[in-house]
């Protein structure tokens, strides 16, 4: 079996390799990115493209199935180029899975797709997908799903699946993270348990995670399975300040919702920090979801807990970990972090 991976270089990128690498069914991978990556792994070649320009449909053909990761963070200041890989290039490429007569598609959606839900319960993957209006991830994802679907209707000798995971996080992702979410500000040897004495409290924020591994496992399952449809990944427990408190030994301390939201797009706006106020409101939102289905369906089961992949991140944070890939390269910000400064927090 030929697969290609498709922004096979980031966080979920470089774990779905992984779990594909270890597949014996798997014979052949490309992994797809706009920079070549310098990690090195069994049964895997490279190819630079970038979905919005490149001939996808000469890279797609003789593959068995196509896994579509690639999405843009930011810049969080520029929709229109965030929407041109996003959207656009989303497009691009399941136009080209069905030209290049591709028999297997299976592509990276998000909880973030969600309508607003319950937090003291699970959804379905019924449950509406009309996002959260505030959030550009969110929007975007919504316009992908919709397009997801008109595709599988005009052509259903596609077979697809989408998986919609929550939060994923592991210690090798930590750089990029921090430079797509917290910014230069951030000292790494801060981030210690000793050294977070209190948790911001909100009202209603409850959310899910799934470490990266556990997430690149379920992708590889969706590869080689013929179930369709949507599949939520999620791994427990449910993660909420007290929980977290407990577990960095930290003390929870209410802070009212529009506070914290004031406080992200004050900081925003000074270019402090690269993550705009929709994030928030994503993270306040977004349902708690089930993820009975791919359990059942995939035979899927995650490995680590939500706590776990946590304090992997945590430690990756602290400890500056990465891979040999440009989205993980811990050395991607430059000296001293002097590349994100000089292009503006958020802005590239």
Same mark, same amino acid.
């Given at each position: 079996?030929? @697969?290609? @991976?498709?922004?096979?270089?980031? &966080?979920?990128?470089?774990?779905?390799?992984?779990?594909?690498?270890?597949?014996?069914?798997?014979?052949?991978?490309?992994?797809?990115? *706009?920079?070549?990556?310098?990690?090195?792994?069994?049964?895997?070649?490279?190819?630079?493209?970038?979905?919005?320009?490149?001939?996808?449909?000469?890279?797609?053909?003789?593959?068995? %199935?196509?896994?579509?990761? %690639?999405?843009?963070?930011?810049?969080?200041?520029?929709?229109?180029?965030?929407?041109?890989?996003?959207?656009?290039?989303?497009?691009?490429?399941?136009?080209? @899975?069905?030209? %290049?007569? @591709?028999? #297997? $598609?299976?592509?990276?959606?998000?909880?973030?797709?969600?309508?607003?839900?319950?937090?003291?319960?699970?959804?379905?993957?019924?449950?509406?997908?009309?996002?959260?209006?505030?959030?550009?991830?969110?929007?975007?994802?919504?316009?992908?799903? #919709?397009?997801?679907?008109?595709?599988?209707?005009?052509?259903?000798?596609?077979?697809?699946? *989408?998986?919609?995971?929550?939060?994923?996080?592991?210690?090798?992702? =930590? +750089?990029?993270?921090?430079?797509?979410?917290?910014?230069?500000?951030?000292?790494?040897?801060?981030?210690?348990?000793?050294?977070?004495?209190?948790?911001?409290?909100?009202?209603?924020?409850?959310?899910?995670?799934?470490?990266?591994?556990? %997430?690149?496992? =379920?992708?590889?399952?969706?590869?080689?399975?013929?179930?369709?449809?949507?599949? &939520?990944?999620?791994?427990?427990?449910? $993660?909420?300040?007290?929980?977290?408190?407990?577990? $960095?030994?930290? #003390?929870?301390?209410?802070?009212? +919702?529009?506070?914290?939201?004031?406080?992200?797009?004050?900081?925003? *706006?000074?270019?402090?920090?690269?993550?705009?106020?929709?994030?928030?409101?994503?993270?306040?939102?977004?349902?708690?979801?089930?993820?009975?289905?791919?359990?059942?369906?995939?035979?899927?089961?995650?490995?680590?807990?939500?706590?776990?992949?946590?304090?992997?991140?945590?430690?990756?944070?602290?400890?500056?970990?990465?891979?040999?890939?440009?989205?993980?390269?811990?050395?991607?910000?430059?000296?001293? *972090?002097?590349?994100?400064?000089?292009?503006?927090?958020?802005?590239?």
């Amino acid at each position: 079996m030929r @697969v290609i @991976v498709v922004g096979a270089t980031g &966080n979920l990128g470089t774990s779905t390799l992984r779990a594909l690498v270890s597949d014996s069914r798997v014979d052949s991978i490309l992994g797809v990115a *706009r920079r070549r990556p310098e990690l090195e792994l069994p049964k895997v070649e490279w190819a630079e493209a970038d979905v919005r320009s490149a001939d996808l449909v000469r890279i797609f053909r003789g593959a068995d %199935a196509v896994v579509h990761l %690639a999405w843009l963070i930011q810049p969080s200041r520029n929709e229109a180029e965030t929407e041109s890989v996003n959207v656009v290039g989303s497009e691009r490429v399941f136009g080209a @899975v069905a030209d %290049a007569d @591709v028999p #297997r $598609l299976v592509y990276a959606s998000s909880v973030g797709a969600y309508s607003p839900g319950p937090k003291d319960c699970q959804v379905d993957e019924s449950h509406p997908t009309d996002g959260i209006p505030t959030s550009f991830y969110s929007r975007h994802k919504v316009a992908v799903e #919709r397009i997801l679907d008109r595709f599988e209707v005009s052509t259903p000798a596609v077979s697809v699946a *989408r998986l919609r995971p929550g939060l994923i996080f592991k210690a090798d992702a =930590a +750089s990029e993270i921090r430079r797509l979410f917290a910014g230069p500000f951030l000292p790494n040897a801060l981030i210690r348990r000793s050294l977070i004495p209190i948790i911001p409290s909100v009202s209603g924020l409850r959310f899910q995670a799934v470490h990266s591994l556990d %997430a690149g496992a =379920a992708f590889a399952k969706a590869v080689v399975s013929d179930a369709t449809g949507a599949f &939520n990944v999620a791994a427990d427990p449910v $993660l909420d300040p007290d929980r977290i408190g407990r577990l $960095l030994a930290a #003390r929870p301390v209410k802070l009212p +919702s529009g506070a914290l939201r004031a406080a992200a797009a004050v900081s925003w *706006r000074l270019r402090l920090q690269p993550t705009p106020p929709g994030w928030l409101d994503l993270a306040l939102q977004v349902p708690l979801m089930s993820s009975e289905r791919a359990r059942s369906e995939l035979g899927w089961e995650p490995r680590r807990s939500a706590e776990d992949a946590l304090l992997d991140l945590l430690e990756g944070l602290r400890t500056g970990r990465g891979l040999p890939t440009p989205p993980l390269d811990p050395r991607a910000g430059g000296p001293f *972090r002097s590349g994100e400064l000089a292009t503006g927090v958020g802005a590239r």
